[in-house]
């Protein structure tokens, strides 16, 4: 069969695929997965390598601009070192360019990878730095009605950073265990934490970092001088 490059269709199920490289997410393809915002190759009519394109607000100071997230890279083991994950990134970025977005990002899932990027422009910008500091005993478990509280830290923790909405909310208090206080909250993933509300003194900022490609003179300025806070917990 001949390998082909398309947008992803209603009846294309992608989970299968996503299921090979990640966890289960029932989340994702329930509230946050789009057909048009997916890249994918196929043979024959099966899906074989992926990626997917979201929206992303980043609030640089008085500054807002629009990213293209890119997320969800993968490709069934049979078909690897083809370049297709490649061909898929590097479509992504123009897509995301003609449809008017300030940027691009994506986040390197390890040091090797960010070097890889590298070679779709896609260079070391933002900050994600992830906590560990033991919960404190008066935290309980959040809700729905905690978002207002846990927005009002998070928008004071970093004043540069990628926009989080109640929709955004909602999806996190649905696929992670989230606890607030009086001073603060945590998000942790079967037992890891993935944020930490004050972020402890002892955290590096750059624990974990943000590939970001951007497309006009204005947004790299405002990437290099800002490096916004962005991290995993959007899917």
């Given at each position: 069969?001949?390998?082909?490059?398309?947008?992803?269709?209603?009846?294309?199920?992608?989970?299968?695929?996503?299921?090979?490289?990640?966890?289960?997410?029932?989340?994702?393809?329930?509230?946050?997965?789009?057909?048009?915002r997916a890249l994918i190759y196929t043979d024959g009519e099966t899906p074989v390598s992926m990626l997917h394109m979201l929206p992303q607000t980043l609030l640089l100071g008085d500054w807002v601009l629009q990213a293209g997230y890119i997320m969800g890279v993968a490709t069934n083991p049979a078909y690897r070192k083809r370049g297709l994950a490649g061909d898929l990134i590097s479509a992504a970025i123009?897509?995301?360019?003609?449809?008017?977005?300030?940027?691009?990002?994506?986040?390197?899932?390890?040091?090797?990878?960010?070097?890889?990027?590298?070679r779709f422009g896609l260079?070391?910008?933002?900050?994600?730095?992830?906590?560990?500091?033991?919960?404190?005993?008066?935290?309980?478990?959040?809700?729905?009605?905690?978002?207002?509280?846990?927005?009002?830290?998070?928008?004071k923790a970093f004043p540069n950073r990628a926009e989080r909405g109640a929709f955004e909310w909602e999806t996190i208090l649905l696929g992670y265990a989230v606890t607030i206080g009086s001073d603060g909250y945590t998000v942790e993933d079967e037992g890891r934490r993935m944020e930490q509300i004050p972020v402890p003194s002892d955290t590096p900022d750059c624990e974990r970092m943000v590939c970001l490609k951007p497309f006009t003179a204005q947004a790299e300025k405002l990437l290099t001088e800002h490096r916004p806070y962005v991290n995993l917990l959007y899917t």
């Open positions: 069969m001949k390998l082909e490059m398309r947008c992803a269709r209603e009846d294309d199920d992608l989970q299968p695929l996503w299921e090979i490289a990640f966890l289960p997410d029932e989340v994702f393809f329930t509230r946050d997965y789009r057909p048009e123009r897509v995301i360019e003609r449809q008017g977005f300030d940027c691009a990002m994506l986040i390197p899932a390890s040091a090797a990878l960010a070097l890889y990027y590298r260079t070391l910008r933002g900050t994600m730095p992830i906590a560990g500091k033991p919960v404190p005993p008066d935290y309980r478990s959040a809700s729905i009605d905690d978002i207002p509280a846990l927005s009002a830290f998070y928008d």
